[in-house]
């Protein structure tokens, strides 16, 4: 009898791993006749599927809620507030999100815009410079042994010690705050271009030798398309380091964005808007997220 | 005067981590236009290197490769190759392989819309007309292996080269597209060297077998000459005693002549 029961929950364990999709268990399954009656088998069964798919998550976010509540709960007057404390704030801030009295106070949805604009202006430039410097680090081997120890050393560098070095040679912080975007954001994109053009597959640089073609030609038939996938996920990782820097880099420099927001509204002790901030950061980070990976679907061909 | 294409003390040394390896020594090989060559032999024995030799996807270390009476140096698409693999680019369509090689070839005199022709032709010879728009991933092997033929016959070549393009297929698949081979060479008169490892597919194929002695430092063991009548069947073929007269001799160079070496 040990067996049976070592071998059920064994198999359960298995089902819930993220590798398994989902089977439906005793707990999804049985009640489905009592939820959906007499609907047609077809339609119970994808509203099943559509149940079992979203339940985990939902369950998540659900026990997420209640640790919050139990959490700020127990820190009793000057605990943290409260989901609904926190909602409540939330809609009041989101009720207008675009005003704007004067350079230190302004509405939520300009410092969201005002962050962005910041990652999109350091990463574009981190593109701009990343992809050919990586399509030549990859197609030279003396380069790439030229630049290889310099990278190395770099890259690991905390992406806020960049910051003073900004600061001191640019004399203004916006573009100190880019230029510490662009350092960080570069290498993923320099590293993932490059190592896809020295995997470019050796049978497709045979048949771009026998058909003779110009270097134009092998770059825009070959090399290009044969690398955009590993380009894609090197703009990804720049994407989300980017994003990562930008709320740290504004706590420093001031001025407008998100991460400004958070220290102001720390200095105001405001902490309801600090864990609105966080939510924020987090949701727009995953929203880059999906949209790049939307993207690098639509150019993986195997 | 030597062959349309002439093969003469051609070496091959590969510098390896272990030192040099001589692949291929001493290959003297003169082929006729028109003719169909297979070179066949235990895998190792360097079959395929001496098929790169002729692509000029490799240079011999020692000797010379002549095609009508010119040095073949790098590669070129007057020696159109189909690979092993297919090779073909998973970002293009059927056409848009194809019509990479045609353009190529024929774009500089010849307008878009014949272009356009040369390539729907090409794959209407290997019987694709209808999969002209799909991706590679969306299509057979065999149908690959087609497409590969189609871009390397579109080139209108001086030499075809293939490089084994069947040994990843299925029995029944690959039957039908060693028919269709037969036939396309014929009505194109393609001078053709096919690299294989099947016995049946060698002496069906070919005006004569170029059979490898194993490596390191292989060399031409001896040559067949077919001799069957054209256009062949292979149903009545295998009523021929020529045939398996034919196919006796080369399983005994590879299986008695040659096996004790590789052991």
Known sequence: MSAVTFNESSLK??????DTTPLPDAATSAPRPAFFPPSGPAFS??????????????????LFVLLWQIVSASGGEHGLPGPAKTWESAKLL???PFYDNGPNDKGIGWNILASLNRVGMGFGLAALVGIPAGFMIGRFQFLSGMVAPIVSLLRPVSPLAWLPIGLYVFKETEPASLWVIFISSIWPIILNTAAGVSRVPQDY???????NLSEWKIFTRILFPSVLPHLMTGIRLSMGVAWLVIVAAEMLTGGTGIGFWVWDEWNNLNVEHILIAIFIVG??????EQVLVLIANRFNYE | MHGYLHIDHAKMVFDTKKGKFTALSDINLDVKQGEFITLIGHSGCGKSTLLNLVAGLNDPSDGVLLLSDKEIKGPGPERAVVFQNHSLLPWLTCFGNVYLAVERVFGAKEPKARLKERTEAALDMVGLTHALHQRPN?????????????????????VLLLDEPFGALDALTRAGLQDELMRIVEETHATTLMVTHDVDEAVLLSDRI???????AATIGDILEVGLPRPRDRLKLAENPGYHHLRGQVLEF???????KAA
């Open chain 1, 205 to 211: 640089l045979n048949v771009a030798r026998v058909l």
């Open chain 2, 254 to 260: 590879l299986y008695q002549k040659q096996l004790r």
């Open chain 1, 94 to 96: 989101f009720a207008d």
């Open chain 2, 138 to 158: 969306e299509i057979s092997g065999g149908m690959k292996q087609r497409v590969g033929i189609a871009r390397a016959l579109a080139m209108e070549p001086k």
């Open chain 1, 45 to 62: 069964a994808a509203v099943g599927k559509l149940l079992r798919a979203a339940l985990p998550p939902l369950l998540g976010m659900a």
């Open chain 1, 13 to 18: 364990d298995i089902m819930n791993s993220p």
């Open chain 2, 210 to 216: 170029v059979m490898m002695t194993n490596g390191p």
């Open chain 1, 283 to 288: 949701i727009i980070g995953l929203l880059l």
